[in-house]
C-alpha cells in the first residue's frame, strides 16, 4: 500500500503542477491584453474586454484554495480479458474541476462529467464497469490515505482496504454477503472516507461533500433539469447539500442557458445563507444568487414575524384574491361628472363615460399600471371628440370667450390639423383631469397599496368580503405610519407586495423594472414556506425548472403542510413534480435520532425518522437543574446551562457548539453565561464571528438547517409548548448535533422526549 501511496502522490504533484501551468496561462493573458493599454478601435476593445472578462472567469474557476483537487480514482473495464487473464482497464481520476495535461490529455476528470458517474453510483451488486474505487485523503498537496474497494463479478465486492486507522465513529450498518457496507438495503461507498468526514470538526460554515457523495444523493444530483423535483429528507441526510451540489452540476450540464437565465438559490433567513455561501464557490460556481424569500421584495425592508395568527393569514392562498380585489378596487369610476377647462372650452367627462371606461380597461389584458396609459387615451378621446363637438357648434375659429390661465389656447380643432397626442398631453395638465385619473386609475406601487389597505377596514372590507371572516379581516387591520421606514414589514408581507408587485406592473415602465426570472431555483427548507411565499417563487421560474428540499417532520412555521401536496399545488405545473426520499442519515448519530425519534412518534407520527449511517457511542445527556438549597431558579438553570457549554466545548474542540433556547430566554442566558465566564455569540450579529464562533447562542426557531458537533437544548419544555408544531421545532433542536447532545431542563421536559419509542 506504501507504493500505493507513491504513486499517488505522484500523480497528484503532476496534478498540482498542471494545475498551476494552468492558472499561469490565464495570468499571461490577462496580463498581456492588460499592457496594451486603454486605446485602440472599438472592436479592439470589445475584443479586450472579452478577454479580460474570460481570464478573470478562468482565474476565479481555477482557485480552489485549500480544497483537494483530486479526491478519488476508477478504474474501469475496456473490454475482453487480455491473453494472461489480466482484465484491461482504463483510469480515471476525480476531482473538482478539469486538469489536462501538457498533451491536452486529461489528467482530472471533473466530478460532474458523465465518465465520473460510476465513482457515485457503482456497488458490488452494479459495479457499472469497475474493477476500483479509490478515495485518495489529501491535506494540502499531500496524500495522507487512500480507501480501495475493489469489485469482482456483479453482487461482489472482492476487497476494501484503507491505510487510515479508523475514526472514532463506528458504521451503524451491516454487510450482506458480497461483503459490501450496508445501511438498510442501501450500499455505503468509501465508508471510511465518509466517516472520517462526518467525524470531522465543524468550521461554522457548510462544506462540500463532493468526495463522499453516496448513490442515493447522486442519483438526485444528476437528475434530469425540466420540472419540479421535491426532496424529502431527515435531519442529516445532506438534503441542502445535494440541492447545491445539484444546482452546480446543472451549471456543468446546461452551461449555455444557465449562465445566461441564472439560478438561484433561497435560503430560510440570512444566517443560513451565510453558512451555506462557501459551497457552490468550493465547486467551482460563483454566477448563483442567493437570497431569502424576503429578500427578493426590494420594496420594503422586513422587520419582525409578527404574531402567528397574523403571519397564517398572510400566508393563506386566499389572499391572492384579496390582493387582486384590493387592485380592482383602485379602479373606480367617476361619482360625479366633471369639468375640464381647455383654453376657451370647458369640456365636461360624465360618470357614465368614466364607468364606460374603467369597465374597458378592467376587460383589456396587462397589468394596473400598464393600463393606466389606456385609461388616459380613453378619457382624452372622449373629451377631444367633445371639443369637436363644442367648436363645430360654436363654429371653426371663433375667437375664445374666456382664457384659462397657465394655458395656451386650443388650436382650431379642424380633423385634418388636430393632432390628438398634443390635445392629449396638455388635456391631462389640467389639475381637475389630473385629479380625476387618479382617482379612476391610480399609478401604484405594491407596497403603498398594501399599506393603505392595512390602515383603511372599508378597503379592507371591499377586498376580503366572502373572501374572510370577520376576524380575519380584523387581524389584517393596522394603523397607518407617518412614512413607509417606520412600518413593521415581516416576511408574510413580503409575499403579499410581491403579489401586488405581480398585478400591478413597474409604476413608471421600464425594462429594469421587470420581474427577474430564473432558469433554475433551488429552494431549501421549503416545508415552512407559505401558499403566497411559494407562488412568489414560481413566478420567478422561467420555465418550470426547481429543486425543492425539506422535511415535512421539520415543518415549524405557522402553516406547516401536512404533505407534499399542499406544497406541489402552489408550484409550476407544467410537468408533474417528481419527488424523491433520502432515507440514510449520515450527519446525525444513532443515539441522538433515537432520542428525538421519540418526539417525532409524537408530532408527526406517520413519519419515519432516517436510519443512522453511524454511531460515536455518546449517549445524549439530560440533565435536571436542582436548586442549592430549594426550588430550582432560572439562575439555576443559567449556571446549568454554562456548565453543560463549557463541558461539551472541550469534549468536541476544535469544533463548535450551539446552546438552543427558547426565543424568550436567549437574552437572559447571553447574560448569564457571560457573568459565567462563557461567552457566548449571537449568530445574528454581523460584527461578531457568526457560526464560526466556538459557542454560539440560537433560538429554537432559527436553526434549520445548522449543524454543530454539539448542542445544548435549553428548556425543551418551553421550545414544544402544547402543540405538535412546537414539539416539531423541538425535533429540529435535537437533531442539530454531528456529534453529541445535551439537554438541560428547569422545569419537567415534554413526555415525548423521555417515553420509549
Not at 367633445?386 to 389656447?409: I, N
Not at 414556506?529 to 405557522?558: E, F, K, N, Y
Not at 440560537?698 to 421550545?719: C, H, K, W, Y
Request: no cysteine; charged share 25%.
Amino acid at each position: 500500500m506504501e507504493t500505493e501511496l507513491e504513486s499517488e502522490q505522484d500523480f497528484v504533484d503532476l496534478a498540482y503542477a498542471r494545475l498551476d501551468a494552468m492558472r499561469g496561462d490565464a495570468n499571461s493573458m490577462l496580463e498581456g491584453v492588460l499592457d496594451l493599454g486603454r486605446g485602440g478601435t472599438f472592436q479592439s476593445r470589445t475584443e479586450r474586454d472579452v478577454i479580460v472578462r474570460t481570464s478573470l472567469a478562468r482565474l476565479e474557476q481555477l482557485d480552489i484554495g485549500d480544497q483537494a483537487l483530486t479526491f478519488g480514482r476508477i478504474d474501469r473495464l475496456t473490454g475482453e480479458h487480455a491473453s494472461d487473464g489480466t482484465p484491461p482497464s482504463e483510469t480515471f481520476h476525480i476531482g473538482r474541476l478539469a486538469i489536462h495535461g501538457s498533451d491536452h490529455e486529461p489528467l482530472v476528470v471533473d466530478w460532474r462529467a458523465p465518465v465520473a458517474e460510476p465513482f457515485y453510483r457503482a456497488t458490488g451488486r452494479d459495479p457499472l464497469g469497475l474493477v476500483l474505487r479509490r478515495h485518495l485523503a489529501l491535506q494540502g498537496r499531500t496524500v495522507v490515505s487512500v480507501e480501495d474497494e475493489r469489485f469482482g463479478t456483479p453482487g461482489e465486492v472482492v476487497d476494501t482496504l484503507t491505510t487510515e486507522d479508523g475514526t472514532e465513529d463506528a458504521a451503524e450498518a451491516s454487510t450482506d454477503g458480497s461483503g459490501e457496507l450496508l445501511v438498510g438495503d442501501l450500499p455505503i461507498g468509501g465508508p471510511a472516507a465518509l466517516l472520517a468526514a462526518l467525524d470531522r470538526a465543524r468550521s461554522g460554515r457548510m462544506t462540500d461533500i463532493v468526495s463522499t457523495i453516496q448513490a442515493e444523493q447522486d442519483e438526485i444530483i444528476r437528475a434530469p433539469l425540466s420540472g419540479v423535483l421535491v426532496v424529502q429528507g431527515g435531519p442529516g441526510t445532506g438534503k441542502t447539500a445535494v440541492a447545491l451540489h445539484r444546482a452546480a452540476y446543472l451549471l456543468y450540464t446546461h452551461r449555455f442557458p444557465l449562465e445566461r437565465q441564472g439560478v438561484l438559490v433561497v435560503g430560510p433567513n440570512p444566517l443560513f445563507l451565510r453558512y451555506i455561501e462557501q459551497v457552490l464557490p468550493s465547486l467551482g460556481e460563483t454566477g448563483v444568487t442567493l437570497s431569502t424569500v424576503a429578500g427578493l421584495v426590494p420594496e420594503i425592508k422586513v422587520q419582525e414575524n409578527g404574531p402567528a395568527p397574523v403571519a397564517r393569514l398572510k400566508g393563506d392562498v386566499r389572499m391572492a384574491k384579496v390582493v387582486a380585489r384590493a387592485v380592482r378596487t383602485r379602479q373606480r369610476p367617476l361619482h360625479e361628472g366633471i369639468e375640464v377647462p381647455y383654453g376657451a372650452l370647458v369640456l365636461r367627462l360624465t360618470a357614465e363615460e368614466s364607468r364606460r371606461i374603467v369597465e374597458g380597461a378592467r376587460r383589456r389584458p396587462g397589468t394596473h399600471n400598464a393600463r393606466r396609459r389606456l385609461v388616459e387615451q380613453s378619457v382624452a378621446q372622449v373629451l377631444a371628440d367633445r371639443a369637436r363637438q363644442t367648436q363645430q357648434r360654436l363654429g371653426v375659429g371663433t375667437p375664445a370667450v374666456t382664457a384659462f390661465p397657465g394655458y395656451e389656447d386650443p388650436a382650431e380643432l379642424d380633423e385634418d390639423e388636430f393632432d390628438f397626442e398634443d390635445f392629449s398631453r396638455k388635456v391631462r395638465r389640467v389639475p381637475e383631469l389630473a385629479r380625476a385619473l387618479d382617482r379612476m386609475w391610480p399609478r401604484l406601487s405594491p407596497h403603498e397599496l398594501l399599506h393603505d389597505l392595512y390602515g383603511a377596514p372599508p378597503l379592507i372590507a371591499a377586498a376580503a368580503n366572502g373572501v374572510l371572516t370577520p376576524e380575519e379581516q380584523a387581524l389584517l387591520r393596522r394603523p397607518r405610519s407617518a412614512s413607509f421606514d417606520e412600518v413593521a414589514w415581516s416576511p408574510a408581507d413580503a409575499a403579499l407586495v410581491d403579489e401586488a408587485r405581480h398585478l400591478l406592473g413597474p409604476r413608471a415602465g421600464g425594462a429594469d423594472d421587470a420581474l427577474r426570472k430564473y432558469g433554475h431555483i433551488v429552494v431549501d427548507e421549503v416545508q415552512d414556506l407559505s401558499p403566497m411565499q411559494l407562488r412568489m417563487l414560481t413566478r420567478r421560474s422561467l420555465a418550470g425548472s426547481m429543486t425543492v428540499v425539506g422535511d415535512i417532520a421539520q415543518a415549524t412555521a405557522p402553516w406547516a403542510p401536512t404533505s407534499w401536496a399542499d406544497i406541489v399545488e402552489h408550484l409550476p405545473r407544467r410537468r408533474p413534480a417528481r419527488t424523491v426520499e433520502l432515507t440514510v442519515s449520515y450527519r446525525t448519530p444513532a443515539e441522538v435520532l433515537a432520542v428525538a425519534g421519540r418526539v417525532l412518534a409524537v408530532a408527526a407520527p406517520e413519519l419515519a425518522p432516517p436510519k443512522p449511517v453511524r454511531r460515536t457511542g455518546v449517549e445524549p445527556r439530560m440533565v435536571r437543574v436542582n436548586g442549592a438549597s430549594g426550588p430550582a431558579t432560572a439562575d439555576d438553570l443559567a449556571l446549568a446551562v454554562a456548565t453543560a457549554a463549557a463541558e461539551e466545548m472541550d469534549a468536541v474542540r476544535p469544533g463548535r457548539v450551539a446552546v438552543i433556547a427558547p426565543e424568550s430566554l436567549r437574552v437572559a442566558l447571553a447574560e448569564a453565561l457571560a457573568e459565567a465566564g462563557t461567552p457566548v455569540v449571537d449568530p445574528r450579529d454581523m460584527r461578531r464571528g457568526g457560526l464560526s464562533e466556538p459557542l454560539v447562542l440560537l433560538g429554537a426557531d432559527s436553526t434549520n438547517g445548522l449543524e454543530f458537533d454539539s448542542v445544548v437544548v435549553v428548556e425543551p419544555a418551553l421550545i414544544a409548548g402544547e402543540t405538535a408544531r412546537g414539539l416539531r421545532t423541538l425535533y429540529v433542536a435535537l437533531t442539530r448535533p454531528t456529534q453529541r447532545l445535551a439537554v438541560v431542563s428547569l422545569t419537567a421536559p415534554p413526555a415525548a422526549l423521555t417515553a420509549p419509542v
